[in-house]
Structure formats: structure tokens, C-alpha cells
């Protein structure tokens, strides 16, 4: 097989990742524009998870760390997980290596909502829940819309879901630039430039939960489907020869797809380039089976997000970019790259 030669092992790339996401964990806390340094924020960070005393003039360090870097680097690494992991479902279920988490148009959906509230103050009664929840439903009625446009009586097929989320995907940006325009605060229009090109500015300890409980779930799911993803990718009559339902296996990744893109979206922003680059890279270093990509692609996009994250806010300090362009930065070269060195790679199939 031409691309045997490329695949690495997955037991131990996978304990390298989980030491490396670990470490990256650490430097992601320590790292900033407030100076605390690395022997000050692991003793901190020990204080917080055994409970332990800490001076009175700690107190304001301890926040920075405790409730400020930790949350946020903790949900870098979620949100990763799950856009790696959604983009290698989304690239299986419209069998196209150029898929990602966005293509579906779920973002832009979410997108709509998320500026409702930031610039016209919507849901104000949900206090610091209203851009989650605003962005998280207005995702779930863009899958509503997106599913309801490309079925037909055959079901969902690839190129209905790819080009109407295509199609749904610049409709709902159209509505989203308009709004900024219309909006008549310009701080208010400035912070939904910041979440609509991805931030985790905004990350606490309540917003942690259903991000990583969707992400979880979705995983979950996906591992345990992998062989069927892997005769999803070779075509609707292979998986037909091999007893797997392409229909329903593709109603059930697309609702997958648009949950968890919803959950990750509602509290990090846009962020892209993360669902197609990651997947492709990990196909790269273990080949086409699902079951090896699903084990290293959470990691290896938790990895990257957290790092991502941490340019963010030390690159032009105390000034914070935009994670999507940062990633979008990283992305093209490093995927350009990845395509000029392709040989062996196949999409789908073990």
C-alpha cells in the first residue's frame, strides 16, 4: 500500500499528544502579558487545586491565573477537540477532503445570533448567558433551514448539503455585515467583529460545561462509529455491500455536526481552518481509517488551539488578536504544504 509507509503508530503518537496538551496546558496559564512567570503560576495553580493558603497580596495574581488563564486555556483545548473531531465527521458525511465544520453554514447561522445580542442587546433578560444561548439557537435553526432546503425524497446527498451550505453559509453572512452596519455603537460593532473571527476572550468557568459535554458526546458517538464512517467515505453502494444505512448514518452526522459546531461556536466565535487542516494533517501521519484518525485529530486540534490561543494574546500584547485569523495564518501555508506533499494520502477508506 503507497501510504503504509507514512503511518505512524497510534498508541504512543496519542500519549505523546496527551503529554504534549498537558505541558501546552501549562504554558498557556503561565504565559501573559501580567508577568506573574512560571514558578508563581504553578504554585497558584496548586493553591487552587489542593485548596492551599495563599498571601494577601497573591489574591489578584491567583484571579488571573485561577479564573482568567485556566478557563480560557481549558476551553481552547475543548473547542479544538471538537472542530477536529467535527471536521473529520463533516469530511466523511459530503465525502469531500475540502469539508469542515462550516461548510453546512451552521457558523454564519450562529453568527446572526450572537450579534443580535452584542449589538442590539437581545435576550439582555439571560444576562451573561444571552450570547450563548442566542448563538447556540440560531445555529440549530440554520441546521433546521440547511436540512430542510437539501432533502429530498432520496434523503440527503453530498452535494445538496455542500451547496446549500455553501449557498446558506454567504446568505447568512450578508445579515450579519449588514447588522454591523446598522448597528449604531462602534464598541458594540468592534466586539462582533472580535467573535465573529473567533476569540476566547470571553471564556469562565460556566462557559466550560456544555461546551465539553457536547464535544464528549460527539466524540463518544464518532469513535464508536468509525467503521462506518470508514464505508461512508467509499461510497453510498460500498457502505450498502458492508450492511451500513448511508441515509441514516448521514442524518445522524449531520445532526451531530450542527450540535456540537453550535455548542463550540456559542462560545468561542468563528474560528477556522481548524476542522480542515487538523484532520488532513493527522491522515498524513496515520492514514485514512477513521478509527486511527478519530483517536489523534481531538488532540492534535486541542494542541493547536491552546498555542493558537496563547499568540493571541502575547504577539501584540496587551492588544488581543482574533484566533481565526491567527489560525487562518497558520492554516494556509501549513495545508498548502500538506497538499504538495500528498503522496499515499487517500481520503477514506482504512
Do not use: K
Not at 503504509?4 to 496519542?14: D, G, I, T, W
Not at 503560576?41 to 489578584?60: I, K, N, Y
Not at 445538496?160 to 460593532?189: D, I, K, N, P, Q
Not at 481565526?324 to 494520502?345: E, K
Request: glycine share 12%; net charge positive; with cysteine.
Amino acid at each position: 500500500m503507497p501510504g503504509a509507509a507514512r503511518r505512524l503508530p497510534v498508541p504512543p503518537l496519542v500519549a505523546a499528544l496527551c503529554c504534549v496538551l498537558l505541558l501546552s496546558l501549562l504554558c498557556a496559564v503561565a504565559l501573559g502579558a501580567s508577568g506573574i512567570g512560571w514558578g508563581h503560576s504553578v504554585r497558584l495553580l496548586h493553591a487552587g487545586l489542593t485548596g492551599g493558603a495563599l498571601g494577601a497580596d497573591e489574591r489578584s495574581a491567583y484571579t488571573v491565573v485561577w479564573d482568567l488563564r485556566l478557563p480560557r486555556a481549558l476551553l481552547a483545548a475543548v473547542v479544538g477537540a471538537g472542530l477536529a473531531s467535527v471536521g473529520v465527521a463533516v469530511q466523511a458525511l459530503v465525502r469531500n477532503a475540502l469539508a469542515d465544520p462550516f461548510v453546512l453554514g451552521i457558523s454564519s447561522g450562529a453568527a446572526v445570533g450572537a450579534n443580535a445580542v452584542l449589538l442590539f442587546g437581545a435576550l439582555g433578560a439571560l444576562g451573561i448567558w444571552a450570547l450563548s444561548v442566542s448563538a447556540f439557537v440560531s445555529a440549530l435553526a440554520a441546521m433546521a433551514l440547511v436540512y430542510a432546503v437539501a432533502r429530498t425524497a432520496q434523503g440527503l446527498t453530498p452535494l445538496r448539503l455542500v451547496l446549500t451550505g455553501t449557498a446558506m453559509y454567504y446568505g447568512f453572512s450578508a445579515l450579519t455585515t449588514l447588522m454591523v452596519f446598522a448597528a449604531e455603537r462602534g464598541e458594540a460593532a468592534r466586539s462582533a467583529m472580535m467573535w465573529l473571527l473567533g476569540s476566547l476572550g470571553g471564556a469562565s468557568w460556566a462557559s466550560l460545561p456544555i461546551a465539553t459535554g457536547a464535544v464528549a458526546a460527539g466524540l463518544a458517538y464518532l469513535l464508536l462509529s468509525a467503521r462506518r464512517l470508514n464505508a461512508l467515505a467509499m461510497g453510498d453502494e460500498t457502505a450498502a455491500a458492508l450492511g451500513v444505512d448511508a441515509g441514516r448514518l448521514r442524518r445522524e452526522l449531520f445532526l451531530l455536526a450542527a450540535a456540537v459546531t453550535g455548542a463550540v461556536v456559542a462560545v468561542s466565535g468563528a474560528i477556522g481552518f481548524v476542522g480542515l487542516m487538523v484532520p488532513h494533517a493527522v491522515r498524513v501521519l496515520v492514514g485514512a481509517d477513521h478509527r486511527r484518525v478519530l483517536a489523534v485529530a481531538p488532540l492534535a486540534g486541542a494542541v493547536l488551539l491552546v498555542w493558537v490561543d496563547v499568540l493571541s494574546r502575547i504577539v501584540l500584547a496587551p492588544v488581543e488578536l482574533p484566533v481565526g485569523v491567527l489560525t487562518a495564518v497558520i492554516g494556509v501555508p501549513c495545508f498548502l504544504l500538506l497538499m504538495r506533499h500528498r503522496a499515499g494520502y487517500t481520503f477514506g477508506g482504512a
